[in-house]
């Protein structure tokens, strides 16, 4: 079992960054693949980023890739994503995500557990 706690939202800026952090419980969280989704309001949620266990494998959504990092400290317990130039079209409440596997998956259906998210708003 893991439970997961998201951190960092807040409202910003187009242009400028946030940190998110995700704190996990469990001795096992570095033997889980983990991922970063997002949902805006009318829509379905959406991969976003997702980190091997170990940290050596990483997967981007395309509309992200070159400005969101996805990196993980397991002396931690921790996940985080760096969000760098923010654009309005980000905005949407991310969510954390487990999965009892250390390969990474781009789909939701892979993951198992979930954080209970937090806002990110972006502002033009």
């Known amino acids: 079992q893991v439970q997961l706690v998201e951190s960092g939202g807040g409202l910003v800026q187009a242009g400028e960054s946030l940190r998110l952090s995700c704190a996990a419980s469990?001795?096992?969280?570095?033997?889980?693949?983990m991922g970063w989704f997002r949902q805006a309001p009318g829509s379905e949620r959406q991969f976003v980023a997702a980190?091997?266990?170990?940290?050596?494998?990483?997967k981007y959504t395309d509309s992200v890739k070159g400005r969101f990092t996805i990196s993980r400290d397991n002396a931690e317990n921790t996940l985080y994503l760096q969000m760098n130039s923010l654009k309005p079209e980000d905005t949407a409440v991310y969510y954390c995500?487990?999965?009892?596997?250390?390969?990474?998956?781009?789909?939701?259906?892979?993951?198992?557990?979930w954080g209970q998210g937090t806002q990110v708003t972006v502002s033009s």
């Open positions: 995500a487990a999965r009892a596997q250390m390969t990474v998956s781009t789909t939701s259906e892979a993951y198992q557990y």
């Open positions: 980190i091997s266990w170990r940290g050596g494998t990483t």
């Open positions: 469990g001795r096992t969280f570095s033997s889980y693949a």
